[in-house]
């Protein structure tokens, strides 16, 4: 049995036969912008063909044949995020605010989770999680690269840590694996992957993982839940069986629009098809948990000991931590002792005798504390060459064009390379 023919059990002929067509055609493009490091107005003053995302703020969808975002020195400074505009879609139905702590259950690559703290001004406390180790090492360093300041970056398994955490989020996105047949016009491997067995396989961990999510919901809490599937067993079938389950949970009805589709038995929830909304596809359920929402007090770790450092940042008012031979800058604190942690929201540097200050912080602050360097030398910093200065020793933050590219430091005229080496290529 193959997708088309799968998916007979809840769509009508005509629709299947439309979303074949869609399936065919070229995949969509789109970015998020980062609006503490570029305003809407100066991004369309340099690239005036992109189109506005319909609903998601400081959101557009683009040309690749015209814009190669990909390659453009914005993206290495984290002015902006590459993301399918259907998938940005979540955090915008979720819409978390700057008063919750977040979960993003499978994060990885992170898009949801930028999503999110773009809505939420960069404050707050949001959990990225995903069980994949290496997948949340990328993560970290797209979170890093965005310059995002109230994320928490973990690799853990909550089948044995979320008794740790129960009733302790605001806001989940669960985000599930799942056999990801909206993906088949941007990997043919997924196409050549997809089986009935692996929808079936998918069912089972999405449940599973829905269960973990709700326990560690709020009561009065909302819970996104998503796929990259059009199959209706993984998407109006979990959240139906999950309902049945748990007959408490309110389901929350998404707004109106005819790009969205909507099936009988589950009318809430939307499937964002390409042959309606301009993008890959997704599914969105929206559920609350009964109770009423207990509000988060705003807890800030002090530290003494580098207060030149945190006033020299603007860092004050945060929570500056040191967690395992680290030193980071959160938000609000958050008691992440039962997690397996890649960052703490904002590195600032390791604790060691030789200082050396994090790229992270480079990306955090504004570019009123930088050093702006001309063109030629922003193509020697970012190719990993030194080059000469009059600047006295010490470290500073080189910016060009008002975007911070990251640190040097200057030692008897010639400023140093600090530029993350994975990062470093030739500028034309």
Same mark, same amino acid.
Do not use: W
């Given at each position: 049995?193959?997708?088309? /023919?799968?998916?007979?059990?809840?769509?009508?002929?005509?629709?299947?036969?439309?979303?074949?067509?869609?399936?065919?055609?070229?995949?969509?493009?789109?970015?998020? $912008?980062?609006? /503490?490091?570029?305003?809407?107005? /100066?991004?369309?003053?340099?690239?005036?063909?992109?189109?506005?995302?319909?609903?998601?703020?400081?959101?557009?969808?683009?040309?690749?044949?015209?814009?190669?975002?990909?390659?453009? $020195?914005?993206?290495?400074?984290?002015?902006?995020?590459?993301?399918?505009?259907?998938?940005?879609?979540?955090?915008?139905?979720?819409?978390?605010?700057?008063?919750d702590i977040v979960l993003d259950m499978c994060a990885a690559p992170g898009g949801k989770t930028i999503g999110a703290s773009v809505l939420?001004?960069?404050?707050?406390?949001?959990?990225? %999680?995903?069980? *994949?180790?290496?997948?949340?090492?990328?993560?970290?360093?797209?979170?890093?690269?965005?310059?995002?300041?109230?994320?928490?970056?973990?690799s853990t398994d909550f089948v044995f840590?979320?008794?740790?955490?129960? %009733?302790?989020?605001?806001?989940?996105? $669960?985000?599930?694996?799942? *056999?990801g047949s909206a993906m088949f016009r941007k990997n043919e491997e997924a196409e050549r992957d997809w089986n009935p067995s692996k929808v079936k396989s998918c069912v089972k961990r999405q449940l599973e993982l829905l269960e973990l999510s709700y326990a560690m919901l709020k009561e009065g809490g909302t819970l996104a839940y998503s796929t990259c599937s059009f199959s209706y067993e993984e998407d109006d079938g979990v959240i139906l069986a999950?309902?049945?389950?748990?007959?408490?949970?309110?389901?929350?009805?998404?707004?109106?629009?005819?790009?969205?589709?909507?099936?009988?038995? $589950?009318? /809430?929830a939307v499937h964002l098809f390409p042959?309606?909304?301009?993008?890959?596809?997704?599914?969105?359920?929206?559920?609350?948990?009964?109770?009423?929402?207990?509000? %988060?007090?705003?807890?800030?770790?002090?530290n003494s000991q580098y207060k030149d450092f945190i006033a020299q940042y603007g860092l004050e008012g945060r929570s500056n931590e040191i967690l395992r031979g680290k030193f980071y800058s959160l938000y609000q604190h958050f008691d992440a002792s039962h997690l397996n942690i890649l960052r703490y929201g904002v590195k600032l540097f390791e604790v060691r005798e030789i200082f050396i200050p994090d790229h992270h912080l480079s990306h955090?602050?504004?570019?009123? %504390?930088?050093?702006a360097i001309s063109e030629k030398e922003m193509k020697a910093y970012?190719?990993?060459?030194?080059?000469p200065t009059v600047l006295s020793d010490g470290f500073y933050i080189v910016s060009y064009d008002q975007q911070n590219l990251g640190f040097i430091k200057v030692t008897q005229g010639v400023a140093k390379n600090h530029y993350p080496k994975g990062l470093r290529r030739e500028i034309k």
């Open positions: 049995m193959n997708l088309a /023919e799968s998916l007979g059990n809840y769509l009508p002929k005509e629709e299947i036969s439309s979303l074949e067509k869609a399936l065919t055609a070229p995949a969509v493009h789109a970015l998020l $912008l980062n609006p /503490e490091k570029i305003s809407d107005e /100066e991004f369309l003053r340099r690239f005036p063909h992109v189109k506005k995302h319909p609903f998601v703020s400081h959101a557009y969808l683009y040309d690749k044949a015209e814009y190669e975002f990909g390659q453009n $020195l914005l993206y290495d400074d984290g002015a902006y995020s590459i993301q399918d505009p259907s998938a940005m879609m979540v955090p915008y139905f979720l819409n978390p605010t700057s008063d939420m001004d960069n404050k707050g406390t949001i959990i990225a %999680n995903d069980i *994949s180790y290496p997948r949340a090492k990328d993560m970290s360093q797209n979170i890093e690269r965005m310059g995002r300041g109230d994320i928490i970056v973990t840590a979320y008794v740790n955490f129960l %009733n302790a989020f605001d806001k989940v996105i $669960l985000d599930a694996p799942c *056999s999950f309902k049945a389950a748990h007959p408490e949970i309110e389901l929350v009805s998404l707004p109106e629009d005819p790009s969205f589709y909507r099936t009988k038995e $589950l009318p /809430e042959d309606h909304f301009e993008g890959e596809g997704q599914f969105v359920c929206l559920f609350k948990k009964p109770g009423v929402l207990s509000r %988060n007090s705003h807890e800030v770790v002090a955090f602050v504004s570019s009123e %504390n930088s050093i970012i190719h990993g060459d030194t080059f």
